[in-house]
């Protein structure tokens, strides 16, 4: 852990001068961005993670590998919320989660513009900046803050922008409030730290979220997939909560993909 946390720490020195400096920018596709510092710090923390890592097969958004269930993977997510470091918004951030037969052991998301580190291990509990972090206690969803995220697919308008826009009309009059802050490791971590209740999102890439699922989970959270199952990398839905909202949530989530789906989670009792 303290090894790969130096290695974060010395790839944030290079996030923190690009987010600061003028860019180069290229579209991966219509809206998704991608940035020389993207590249770089994926490169550096390969370089780092290999030799901490040396028999786990290693997965990195920008060197085009593809989302694998290896036995022992490493994904790592050199810059998660690239359109808010290329607009100079500050929550955007590095993510590493080590995961070993479907499950994570090692995570940590460093945001180094606001210096702010989440790790955990697992059975260790969960920390940000060397203090142990906890989620929330809310159990009612009408007082709960509910972060998510909107998918690049968005632009097609096909069933993932369905759901995203019919989710939120579930959703927006029965919470508090909705937040999209632009990082989906640093949203998880916040609902690790009890700023956010809950988050879920769809359509989200291994690496956006192998390490802050430990992160939530060692802070006392919980982590599943839109029909209340064992999350698995890959799933269609995430949903993170801290745990005592976790159901209601689930059911407004549940209930549009069900119905969709022909089957909804009345239907099936
Ligand atoms: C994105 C961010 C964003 C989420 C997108 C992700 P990227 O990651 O996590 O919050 O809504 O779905 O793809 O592309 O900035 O690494
Ligand atoms: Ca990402
Ligand atoms: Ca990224």
Redesign the pocket.
């Known amino acids: 852990m303290e090894k790969l946390i130096d290695s974060l720490l010395e790839a944030g020195d290079l996030f923190r001068e690009g987010f600061h400096s003028a860019k180069e920018i290229s579209h991966k596709g219509t809206v998704?961005?991608v940035t020389e510092y993207d590249v770089a710090v994926e490169n550096l923390l390969k370089e780092r993670v290999s030799k901490l890592f040396p028999d786990y097969t290693i997965v990195g958004?920008e060197s085009g590998d593809e989302f694998c269930r290896a036995p022992k993977a490493v994904y790592i997510?050199p810059?998660?919320?690239?359109?808010?470091?290329v607009h100079k918004i500050p929550f955007?951030a590095i993510s590493v989660g080590v995961w070993e037969d479907g499950r994570p052991i090692v995570g940590a998301v460093y945001n180094p513009v606001l210096n702010e580190l989440f790790y955990a291990e697992r059975g260790m509990g969960a920390y940000c900046n060397k203090r142990r972090i906890y989620v929330s206690d809310t159990s009612l969803l009408q007082q709960s803050l509910v972060a998510t995220?909107?998918?690049?697919t968005k632009v097609e308008m096909g069933h993932d922008f369905e759901w995203v826009t019919e989710t939120i009309k579930n959703l927006l009059p029965v919470t508090q409030d909705i937040r999209?802050?632009?990082?989906?490791?640093i949203?998880i971590c916040y609902v690790a730290n009890g700023t956010f209740d809950a988050f879920y999102?769809c359509?989200?890439?291994p690496?956006?979220v192998a390490a802050g699922i430990l992160v939530a989970e060692e802070a006392g959270g919980k982590v599943t997939n839109h029909l209340g199952e064992e999350y698995r990398l890959g799933d269609p839905v995430v949903v993170v909560s801290n745990s005592r909202n976790h159901d209601a949530l689930i059911d407004k989530l549940a209930y549009y993909r069900g119905r969709k789906d022909g089957e909804t989670r009345q239907e099936r009792g």
């Open positions: 998704d961005l958004e997510d810059i998660d919320g690239t359109t808010n470091f955007c995220g909107f998918p690049y999209r802050l632009g990082a989906a490791s949203d999102e359509n989200l890439k690496w956006d």
